[in-house]
Structure formats: C-alpha cells, structure tokens
C-alpha cells in the first residue's frame, strides 16, 4: 500500500523515497540526560518508528540530531557483547589473504577489545581513527553519535592521504547509530586497498521486535537491523558477502558480516516472500504496544495494592525508554543503580528519582523490574536474596528473559 508516496520518507539505507510511518511516540527525552532536579525543562525530539517498503528496514524517521544526543556526562559507557570476539578474531585470521603484514584500521573505542585479540594473533599494524586527528572532532565528550556522521567519502579519503590505506576495516555497533548509512559505508570503502575486507557488527533486533520488547527502541539507534535485512543491506550498499555469523546471546545476539567491495555487482532485492515477513514483524510489533501498555498497567497496579512500593532496576536507555512510551511514570515508585555517578539523579522524562540498591529493602518495596543484561539480572537476583526472603518479587522487563513479566 504505498499508492501516496509523498507520505513517506527517504531510507537511510536504500534510499528510496518508501519508508511508511509505524508509530509516533510523540516528543520522548533523550535518555542520555539525567536530570539534577525533577522539575524544569527538558530538551524532547519525536520518537518515530518506520519501516522500508524496498529494503525493510525497521529505522527512526527524523532522529534526533546527532549534536544533541551528546551526553553531557562524560561517565557514560555503553557496554557491548564480547564473548564472541575470540572466535571472530580466529575467523578473521583465517580469511584467504589476511597475513601478518596487514593493516588492520578501526573505527572507534568498540574495537578496541577485538583489535588487542588480533594483535595476540599476530597482526602488529593495526590503528583506529582518532576522533580529534582524523574526523576533526573536538568535543571530548563526543562519541559514537558524533563519530558516525563524521564517516563519508569525502572524509576517509582525507584520512588515507595521511594514514595510508588498509587490508580490513573494523566497524563493530556503530552502523546501527549512522544517520546516512550509505555515506558511511562509502566511507569504510575508501579505507581499503582493492580487495580489502571489512567487518561490520550490529545487534540483531529481531527477538526484541518479535517478543514486543518496548524497550529496543532508543534515539541513538537508527537502524533496527534482522539477520535479513542486515545482510540484503550490505548487498545493497555495494557489498559482497564474504561470510555471515549470528554470534547467539540470550537477549540480542551480535550479527557480523565479512564483507568486500563489489562496485558493479546486482543489487539483490529482497524477494517478495522475504519483504513481506519483514514488514508483518514491524506492523505486529507496534499494534502489540497499546495491549501491552494495559497489561503492563493491570501487572504494576495488583502490587501497588494496601500501599505497596514498585521499583525498576537499571537506570540505562532501557529503563528510560520502557517507561516513557509505555506511560508508566506513575505507577513506579523509583529507579534503582548501584552507580555511583547516576545516585542523587532523577530520570529523564519520567523525572523518577534514581536511588541505590539499598532502598530495596528501606523502603518496602513489593516489586522491582529490571533493565538490565542477562547476566546482570542473575547477579543482581543473586545478591538481592534478603529482598526476596522478605516476599519480593523481581521481574525483567524483557519478554525473553527467564524472569520476564509474567502478566
Ligand atoms: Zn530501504
């Protein structure tokens, strides 16, 4: 049903005129902006969810611009899963070609772990760009946000007259944060030498989609890629598949594509089967989110019961965006995080007060939610076992944990 296209936007992948609009969640805080106090004004920027009619791209239409997702903490770190990277650095001393003697270039502080498992390997030329000397970026606290806009055709020609170019090109997490991915991938190209390789990593958000994980949505994510669409993308964008690993997590597996440039190859399409399974897995998950607001509201209100306290633990963008669109402010009663720099802070958009764990028990709490890992829920559970003694009740905000919400 794309008869009127003048109601769709352009994709920033493919860039055909055919993204539809699934869902407005209205004007949303950006989660990286803890507030000091719970009342004043708050910087807001529409959340809106669509979806490619050509390629299938689940994308944010109108981001938020990149110089406003710049946190004004400088504590702030995201961590990615790094159980696979032996096994990827393996896989990458194995390609045909890879010596010793190659350059390996990499994008930002994400890669770092993997490139130190290819020096272990035995690759001793291996950089990574440097935000200040080669993007001309100047903010210290700028990060992954800013750095992807700084990546396009014109700019990594630059960084090859001063850095040479490289055999492989290392981008892990950050094609999902690129506003113009195909300026970005352009970019990676000109790194490489003529039959260069280049890893690409990116979350794989089907599960979250598929399950009706509210929480997958986040204003630094653009693209919300499946093991579909991830692949046929790259070969969009000029790629040829050089091999293709989903490395399994419990929450969100990493998918990794090994790539080479292929200029004058086919475009592949996505085949009418393909496309139309994809865009039923954006269509359900929005029309899931209205019965899940009520069930989720129904859940929190039967412990709120006889004065009752509900808390969620994980004061991160999952926490932020979970409450926020689901409208649930008012039915919990705090945030719970150990760290130490986010204590004392209130939430932004909900403007809940962020405490430490230790409220648990202090202030009577019935039931907590957690945002967190997989691995994180567990420890917590573990060391929270006076809370449970005590009749309390934890509960994961996410649909494929073994401590989901049961509603
Ligand atoms: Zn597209």
Redesign the pocket.
């Known amino acids: 049903m794309l008869s009127d296209k003048s109601n769709l936007a352009e ?6 005129r ?2 539809q609009e699934l869902m407005d969640f209205g004007p949303q805080p950006v989660c990286n902006r803890y507030r000091r106090r719970p009342e004043g004004e708050e910087y807001k920027h529409p959340l809106v969810l669509g979806q ?6 689940l ?1 944010l239409l109108r981001p938020v611009p990149s110089q406003n997702l710049v946190s004004p903490y400088d504590w702030i770190a995201y961590n990615e899963p790094e159980g696979h990277l032996d096994q990827l650095a393996d896989i990458l001393s194995d390609l045909p070609g890879l010596m010793e003697r190659c350059v390996i270039a990499a994008i930002s502080y994400k890669d770092d772990s993997l490139l130190r498992r290819l020096k272990d390997r035995g690759y001793r030329y291996t950089w990574r760009l440097d935000a200040r000397r080669d993007l001309q970026i100047e903010d210290a606290g700028a990060s992954i946000e800013i750095i992807q806009g700084r990546i396009g055709p014109a700019s990594t020609i630059r960084v090859t007259h001063s850095r040479g170019r490289s055999d492989m090109v290392i981008s892990r997490q950050v094609l999902e944060h690129s506003h113009r991915m195909s300026e970005y991938l352009a970019g990676l190209k000109n790194l490489l030498y003529p039959g260069g390789y280049v890893v690409i990593e990116v979350p794989d958000c089907a599960r979250a989609f598929d399950s009706g994980d509210a929480a997958i949505l986040w204003e630094e994510h653009i693209a919300y890629f499946t093991p579909e669409t991830f692949q046929r ?1 790259l070969a ?1 964008a000029g790629f040829k598949l050089v091999r293709y690993e989903c490395f399994p997590y419990p929450f969100e597996n990493s998918l990794v594509a090994i790539v080479q440039v292929e200029e004058h190859g086919e475009k592949i399409w996505p085949d009418k089967k393909i496309l139309a399974r994809e865009l039923k897995r954006g269509r359900n998950f929005v029309r899931g989110l209205a019965d899940q607001k009520k069930k989720v509201g129904a859940f929190l209100r039967r412990y709120k019961t006889g004065g009752g306290k509900v808390a969620l633990f994980g004061a991160g963008h999952l926490a932020c965006t979970y409450i926020n669109i689901l409208g649930l402010a008012d039915m919990i009663d705090f945030i719970v995080d150990d760290h130490p720099k986010k204590r004392g802070l209130f939430m932004p958009g909900s403007r809940l007060p962020i405490l430490d764990s230790a409220a648990l028990l202090a202030e009577k709490v019935n039931l907590c939610l957690l945002s967190l890992s997989a691995e994180s829920e567990d420890k917590v559970i573990a060391r929270h076992q006076a809370f449970v003694a005590r009749g309390g009740v934890f509960s994961s905000i996410n649909p494929s944990s073994r401590h989901a919400v049961k509603m």
């Open positions: 994709c920033c992948l493919c860039a055909r055919a993204v490619c009619g050509v390629c299938g791209l994308q993308n969009i």
